[in-house]
């Protein structure tokens, strides 16, 4: 077992080291994974009736053994049935009828359904042999040619191998004090994995380990050794489920690794499992762009596709002044909300609406008042909880039927209750004073305007500042932009009466989701990606202060009540005080049908506070 002492420096400007992340390791024995498929190599006919087959590797019952994965066709078959009526034996296999039989001349057997002992697949390229039927034991077999694609494919498959490049950790050790005595590591014992078949699905991994969390609840991450633990499990795991978010101490903890996901067609001979625990309170740490004071025109500008828009709540444009400020680089993730969520279900903050204790079904209450802040029970909801964890779902995209997890998605499905309630808990966990009441009705900012202290959501003006303005310009979207122009800066839902360049209207739509929500990863506009639905380069989507998805993905929740413009010059505005008729102030725009003037820097929205969707999300500040 390893224990390693790790000080985390929080990247986002102004922010100081508030904790110590301990982490601990835990490596498993040596043992073999496979997830190369199983292959039909030959049969051989034993009568007229009956046939031998031989596959490449073991193969599990009763699939192996059930008559309806099995057919044979071509003129050879004669009058048999395409399905025998028998499977014997345990390799090879007895395939008998029991009336009918062949005639001297071409079959074709096919199995399919059938998996080998460790649940890999019957291999689609490999599951039919060509032969000859009746004679007395005539061995069927693949043509040479065939056996040479075959032997070829092989090569193919031991020589593909993932690359993955160590990367060298730089410990941040001089001028941090020592963590008291009383810090202590987390404890990761009794590592151990199985491979079994996934039902009729596949082949899975069972990892079990026993975790000692002296501090706060355990994030759990999982590594791969290929070669009994020299290579320094430099092989990441990432398609697993189960215990791997919130981890409190307890024996028998249990995650699911879809290894064929992560490593198809591959034989290690001597794997080894390493499961660390890092019971840092939030991972990964906000990260935050510093904004500095100065004084913008806020609202519709009235030219170029502003002027294309007749919205009177984006007018008049008028001047504000704001002191300097820190907003979020990106949407709060899928990830980010499930670290606060387990943190908070600890605590018992997690409510129903009769306010007992939430016990894992139904939406999300919180506050002395019960107010929802998450719409857990709709579809569209990309959290999940098992097993007593928050943690992202998974999803099948492009190319083929990638599986992508949600973990770096927007959170959405957000009340504006959620996104206030995510703010006071990150900061009561960072030390920080939590900048809501969450005892009133209605969660009311404590003070006006905000000052320093915890995380909160930005104002209004603050927002559209970081969204538009680079000191001299206001820019029409949030990517230093006048013009949509296309796919490539922003996820958002395309119509089909507007300038965008782009003659296919619909949702964006980045990575190919098969289901909604059709969100992207943060930061995915970058001009580096390329997304695979499409094969669209993105283009940089950063914004004048460097903040990404300003424009489209999720909007983000205000910290306003929302109201009209008035004309008159305004500092530090926080909108007005109280406006339950109207709701709360959302901005951006998002991947389901906001179209282009939904994803301009002056559009505004306005949802009660109670209200969800599987387009509105958020994003910090601070002062």
């Known amino acids: 077992m390893n224990r390693v002492a790790v000080c985390v420096l929080l990247l986002g400007v102004g922010m100081s080291l508030s904790a110590y992340a301990l982490t601990g390791s835990g490596d498993s024995g040596g043992g073999p994974l496979d997830t190369v498929p199983p292959r039909l190599d030959s049969v051989t006919a034993t009568s007229v009736s009956s046939l031998e087959v031989y596959f ?9 053994t059930t008559p309806g994965n099995y057919s044979i066709s071509g003129t050879g078959a004669g009058s048999l049935h395409p399905h025998p009526a028998s499977v014997d034996g345990d390799g090879p296999y007895v395939l008998g009828w029991t009336s009918g039989e062949m005639l001297a001349s071409g079959i074709a057997l096919t199995a399919a359904g059938v998996q080998d002992a460790a649940g890999n697949l019957v291999d689609p390229a490999g599951n039919t042999v060509q032969g000859m039927g009746v004679g007395a034991k005539v061995s069927l077999y693949a043509p040479p040619s065939a056996l040479a694609m075959l032997a070829a494919g092989l090569l193919v498959l031991v020589r593909r191998r993932h690359r993955i ?50 501090g706060n609840p355990c994030h759990i991450t999982v590594s791969l050794s290929e070669d009994g633990g020299s290579d320094g499990f430099i092989h990441p795991v990432t398609s697993i489920t189960g215990d791997v978010a919130g981890v409190t101490t307890g024996t028998g903890k249990h995650i699911v690794w879809d290894i064929t996901a992560d490593y198809p067609r591959q034989v290690f001979a001597n794997a080894r499992i390493r499961v660390t625990a890092d019971d840092t309170p939030f991972s990964p740490a906000p990260e935050m762009v510093s904004v500095p ?67 894992g079904t139904g939406d999300i209450y919180a506050g002395d008042n019960l107010q929802i802040i998450l719409a857990y029970s709709h579809s569209d909801s990309n959290i999940l909880y098992s ?66 202290g915890g995380y909160r959501l930005p104002t209004e003006a603050e927002w559209e500042r970081a969204a538009a303005w680079d000191g001299t310009k206001h820019w029409i979207y949030g990517f230093t932009g006048d013009t949509m122009a296309g796919r490539g800066h922003a996820n958002y839902y395309i119509e089909e009466d507007e300038p965008s360049g782009d003659v296919n209207p619909g949702n964006v739509n980045p990575l190919g989701l098969t289901s909604k929500p059709y969100t992207s990863p943060v930061g995915w506009f970058n001009g580096v990606n390329v997304s695979p639905n499409g094969s669209v380069h993105t283009l940089n989507g950063a914004s004048p202060v460097g903040a990404y998805d300003m424009s489209g993905n999720v909007n983000d929740w205000c910290g306003d009540w929302y109201a009209g413009y008035g004309s008159g010059a305004q500092t530090n505005p926080t909108g007005p005080a109280f406006n339950p008729g109207l709701g709360r102030v959302a901005r951006g725009g998002s991947w389901n049908a906001s179209g282009l003037d939904y994803c301009r820097s ?22």
């Open 387 to 452: 097993g007593g964890v928050f943690s992202s779902k998974t999803k099948t995209g492009l190319p083929g039927t990638t599986t992508y997890s949600m973990d770096s998605h927007p959170v959405e499905n957000v009340t504006w209750y959620g996104a206030v309630a995510f703010c006071n808990w990150l900061s009561q966990m960072q030390g920080m004073t939590p900048c809501y009441d969450m005892t009133t009705a209605d969660w009311p900012l404590m003070v006006a305007p905000p000052t320093p």
């Open 602 to 623: 002056a559009s505004r929205y306005n949802y009660g506070p109670a209200y969800a969707d599987d387009g509105i999300g958020l994003r910090l500040a601070r002062s």
């Open 293 to 359: 004071s100065g004084t913008f025109m806020v609202g519709n500008s009235g030219v170029g596709e502003d002027a294309l828009e007749d919205e009177p709540n984006e007018v008049p444009q008028h001047q504000v002044t704001l002191e300097a400020y820190q907003i979020g680089k990106y949407h709060v993730t899928n990830r980010q909300y499930c670290d606060i969520l387990n943190w908070a279900f600890a605590q018992g903050f997690l409510k129903t609406t009769t306010g007992a204790v939430w016990a």
């Open 56 to 64: 490449s590797k073991p193969m599990l019952a009763p699939g192996a």
């Open 165 to 214: 490049c160590a990367v060298p950790l730089l410990v941040l050790t001089a001028l941090i004090a020592a963590p008291t005595s009383s810090a202590q590591a987390p404890t990761v014992s009794n590592v151990a994995f199985v491979q079994s078949p996934n039902g009729t699905i596949g082949t899975k991994v069972d990892i079990t380990y026993d975790l000692v969390a002296p």
